[in-house]
């Protein structure tokens, strides 16, 4: 665990508004695979680092009739995220081996794909709905529109793959959903 500390550090200092939801994503993660390894858990902390220095955090969402699922939105979110945690790394003097493995994950933290990746992404989707539901139904159903952030709950929620997350998350999830009714 000698890298984990200083990114979460990284990602704290960062973006300190986001930081719950990526520590929270630790630790569903060490939840739903407690074999996590340290590469994992950066991953998991570090997820969405692009968004720390993201200018306009709207951009690409904003007047898009895919709103926060606009395909191009959602690839650059990855591969920006991992590539700024690749450098990161690298600074630290981590091994090629170790970031590729970091990157691989992150790059795929929103869409899934191997077994790891599927856990990262089904972690990140579990804290997303324990952290930012109130976020997104009191600031940015006003600003983007109630139906775009309906969208982005439910998928959020139907991209989870395995039964156990869907359990943990299905609360919030159906919470988030009523509230955004009311």
Do not use: C
């Amino acid at each position: 665990m000698d890298f984990y500390k200083k990114v979460e550090q990284f990602v704290q200092e960062s973006s300190p508004k986001s930081s719950r939801h990526a520590l929270r994503t630790v630790f569903w993660m060490k939840r739903i695979y407690p074999q996590s390894d340290e590469a994992m858990l950066i991953a998991a902390v570090a997820h969405d680092i692009e968004r720390a220095f993201k200018k306009d955090k709207l951009k690409g969402i904003k007047g898009n009739k895919e709103g926060f699922l606009d395909k191009k939105h959602v690839e650059d979110h990855q591969e920006k995220s991992a590539e700024i945690i690749g450098n990161f790394l690298k600074k630290q003097g981590a091994e090629d081996g170790f970031i590729n493995k970091v990157k691989m994950l992150v790059s795929k933290h929103e869409v899934g794909g191997n077994e790891e990746q599927n856990i990262l992404k089904d972690a990140d989707s579990i804290s997303f709905f324990e952290n930012n539901v109130d976020y997104f139904i009191e600031k940015l159903s006003v600003e983007i529109g109630k139906k775009e952030v309906r969208d982005k709950f439910n998928w959020m929620f139907k991209r989870i793959t395995s039964k156990k997350a869907k359990e943990i998350a299905m609360p919030w999830y159906k919470d988030g959903i009523r509230k955004l009714e009311d």
